[in-house]
RNA sequence: GGGGUAGUAGGGUAGCCUGGUCCAUCCUAGAGCGUUUGGGACGCUUUGACGGCAGUUCGAAUCUGCCCUACCCCA
């Protein structure tokens, strides 16, 4: 019986999660890995639309207050080495294009390996007075960075293809701030949609952004129990301004040098969507970033063929005109090979169409989940609108469950050592970074944040797991 | 960062140790013909591969070296 599957395509089980995620990516048509560079991914037309998707999502929450432009890929070394802290950080990550042609450049030019010193400099040039602060600004690029743990697509990239990087510019340390709890909520409103939920935490000093007063993350729990980064933001208080000269007149005359947060998202976030919802049957995506929301499989029999083709496309042009990603699946094989190649890529409702259908005036609907009901013809829109945004919250509830069920409290090392086998947990922890190396040291997990904001938090309370002395509550996992 | 294993058709394997000139097989995909059709249909015909570069040799998938890529384990 297993064999039988086996010969047939199933996926490798989720529990094998590696394997599982690398099958998907080129079963599903997300990514194919074979392009012939360490590190760098194709994006196949439907894991490209997915991003799309996903995407446009963003574009339109970051729209309401920002506005989008695009700075260049090459960044001259002199403007790369200004801000000592972070090219410190990022020295040894850097493409270098040192060549035009056959001609050696005077100048090398960085790959950005995220665009602070292309888009800084021209901020100087733009800002000139309070009346131009707040300035948002974001841009969707790619960025490159020369990796050199193990690579892993969408999650550890040396191109990263769909870095959204947003930079603002404000008159005070106190209005930065207020922008980086604008961020973060702006970013919790995008993972609910993408039903994936995340647990906010501040980083450690030394795990902050190379460059930044604090560092703000989020990051949500992978079907192991491992911890992804899938957003993160910074308030970069007047380090940057100081470096590339960034000042205002503010309303008495004075130059002031301005201060600034920045925060991104990169195509982790759709590592994450995929990993959070699929099964052993492949994707399940919420319709937000779905290509298709619904598919449509007419069951043509015999003599009834033309009337059940109508049929078919009858509805499919009416949900289409109500606004959804409809396919029609009309391809010459039979009905179920149809139903494993949508489930596989994640479609959240399918609408079968045939005689027995016809002849009771109704639609036959599956959700991804399986959950089996008729739609009357009539109230056909409706029934599929329900159907979708209760699909919606199940998926939600079911991964908020998920992290629910991979969050704990530890008080002991060991206790911590035995929870990030397959979780998360909460410690109490001192602040110094003694500790947090000696728990990384027995348990091979690391102290991702303190500040932790979630809705599934508890106070670990008590005293420091490492050294007993007055603690708060950290974030603490293994991550990718 | 350290170590290990491996690369043969779109995917998975055999062959390699012991070199021999049409590289075999399974799945999938494509082309063709026929029978099929409410959960992965079937029969027959056919297309398609030794990761790259160099070396050894009369002769290399096989031996040697380097490179590239992938996966796993440890830090």
Not at 255 to 282: F, N, P, W
Not at 431 to 458: P, Q
């Amino acid at each position: 019986m297993f064999l039988a599957e086996e010969e047939q395509g199933a996926l490798p089980p989720k529990g094998d999660f590696s394997a599982w995620y690398n099958e998907l990516l080129w079963r599903a048509e997300i990514m194919d890995v074979r392009y012939p560079v360490k590190g760098l991914y194709v994006w196949y037309p439907f894991g490209f639309a997915m991003r799309r998707n996903v995407y446009d999502l963003l574009r339109a929450l970051l729209d309401r207050d920002h506005q989008e432009a695009l700075f260049p890929l090459l960044i001259p070394e002199n403007e790369f080495a200004k801000e000592a802290e972070h090219i410190k950080g990022f020295e040894e990550e850097v493409y270098w294009v040192t060549h035009g042609g056959l001609t050696p450049l005077e100048v090398k030019l960085a790959l950005r390996p995220t665009s602070e010193c292309a888009i800084y400099p021209m901020y100087a040039l733009w800002v000139r007075s309070h009346a131009d602060l707040p300035l948002k600004i974001y841009q969707i690029v790619n960025t490159f960075r020369y990796e050199t743990k193990h690579t892993r697509p969408l999650i550890r990239l040396r191109e990263i293809t769909s870095f959204k990087e947003a930079h603002t510019v404000h008159t005070t340390w106190e209005d930065a701030e207020r922008q980086v709890e604008a961020a973060i909520a702006l970013y919790r409103e995008f993972y609910d949609r993408l039903c994936v939920p995340v647990i906010i935490s501040r980083r450690p000093e030394w795990d902050k952004f190379p460059g930044a007063d604090y560092t703000i993350a989020v990051d949500t729990v992978m079907p192991d129990g491992r911890t992804l980064q899938i957003g993160t933001v910074h308030h970069l208080g007047d380090h940057f301004s100081k470096t590339f000269q960034i000042t205002y007149e503010d309303a008495g005359g004075e130059q002031k040098y301005t201060h600034q947060t920045c925060y991104g998202i990169s195509e982790r976030c759709i590592a994450a969507l995929i990993s959070m919802h699929g099964d052993d049957r492949g994707l399940i995506l919420p319709p937000d970033p779905a290509p298709v929301q619904v598919v449509i499989i007419p069951i043509t029999i015999g003599k009834r063929k033309e009337e059940v083709s109508a049929a078919a496309e009858g509805i499919g042009k009416e949900l289409a005109a109500s606004g959804f990603r409809v396919k029609i699946d009309t391809r010459d094989i039979r009905p179920g090979a149809k139903y494993y190649y949508w489930e596989m890529r994640g479609v959240p409702l399918r609408l079968e169409i045939g005689p027995r259908d016809l002849d009771a005036r109704q639609v036959t609907a599956v959700t991804r989940l399986g959950e089996k009901s008729q739609i009357p013809r009539e109230t056909l829109v409706d029934g599929v609108r329900d159907r979708l945004s209760s699909f919606s919250a199940a998926l939600r509830e079911r991964a908020e469950a998920h992290v629910r069920t991979h969050i704990g409290v530890s008080h002991t090392l060991d206790e911590v050592a035995a929870a990030v086998e397959h979780g998360v947990t909460l410690v109490s922890w001192c602040g110094n970074r003694e500790c947090a190396d000696l728990l990384e040291e027995k348990t091979r997990a690391a102290v991702l944040g303190t500040d932790v904001r979630s809705a599934y938090l508890v106070d670990a309370g008590g005293p420091c797991v490492a050294c007993g002395k007055q603690g708060t509550t950290a974030l603490v996992g293994r991550s990718y």
